[in-house]
């Protein structure tokens, strides 16, 4: 097993209340990992730690062997830990396929003034299609993420990330507003990821998606880890369906 990040007694408070209050987990490398939790358990607050986006007030957060708690998120997404935000904003003066090719382009270039620059080469269209025909966005490459549908949008958003050249991709309710069905696609698309080396890391509410396509659960309650393992071990037990259901 190699450890690919390991989050490590993560505390941090936000006028006076504990939004993480000790969490600890590993990400194993290659495995499709999925944080749960009720609303408000400190799901968000634990992937903006690891991101890089908010700093905790005590614990550690490794990528590997290294310790990257103090870096910034750039730094970190250098590092192989992309990320998306639960609201998705792509730029709307662009189109799509450009929208991909931006996100490479400042990955590489560390600007997004020279990302802009080069989003007409033939070499970073060619990449940018591929992502989005991965992603099956490829015949909307043309069209402006406006007049994408949210469904679409959503895959826009971790085609910009899968852009970035994730090692852990780190995802926040990409499943959320969804209609079943496009969540069900949306999932089996992230499933997908693991197998071409993205290691995922998903945060999400909708629990009969999750237990049909993670690997593992860890699941956070009031800003603790109640439990974590296997899907079908940790639904079984009395405290995980007492805290995510509001029943036993
Ligand atoms: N920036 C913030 N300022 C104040 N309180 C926050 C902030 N971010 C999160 N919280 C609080 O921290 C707790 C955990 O929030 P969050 O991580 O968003 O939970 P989840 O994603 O599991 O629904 C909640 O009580 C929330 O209100
Ligand atoms: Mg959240």
Do not use: C
């Not at 396929?97 to 590489?108: C, F, K, R, S, T």
């Not at 469904?151 to 991709?169: M, N, S, T, W, Y």
């Amino acid at each position: 097993m190699t450890v690919l990040a390991r989050i490590d007694d993560l505390h941090i408070s936000f006028g006076g209340v504990a939004a993480a209050n000790g969490v600890s987990f590993i990400v194993e490398q290659g495995e499709f990992l999925a944080v749960i939790g009720p609303n408000g358990a400190g799901k968000t607050t634990a992937l903006r730690m690891v991101a890089g986006i908010l700093r905790p007030d005590s614990g550690r957060v490794f990528r590997g062997d290294r310790d990257v708690t103090s870096l910034p998120a750039h730094a970190r997404v250098r590092l192989g830990l992309g990320f998306t935000h639960q609201i998705v904003r792509p730029f709307y003066s662009f189109t799509t396929i450009e929208n991909v090719m931006l996100a490479a382009g400042h990955h590489q270039t560390g600007s997004p003034w020279r990302a802009i620059a080069i989003r007409s080469r033939a070499a970073a269209r060619k990449r940018a299609h591929e992502i989005l025909e991965r992603i099956g966005l490829a015949a909307e490459s043309e069209k402006s993420p406006r007049a994408l549908p949210l469904g679409q949008r959503k895959r826009l958003e971790v085609a910009r990330a899968i852009a970035l050249d994730p090692k852990l991709l780190l995802l926040d309710e990409p499943l959320a507003g969804l209609s079943s069905a496009e969540a069900a696609t949306m999932a089996d698309l992230i499933r997908t990821l693991p197998g071409e080396g993205i290691t995922v890391l998903l945060v999400e509410h909708n629990l009969g998606e999750v237990l049909r396509v993670a690997d593992r659960l860890v699941v956070l309650d009031a800003g603790k880890v109640l439990a974590e393992g296997v899907p079908a071990e940790v639904m079984k037990r009395d405290d995980v369906r007492q805290a995510y259901t509001g029943v036993v």
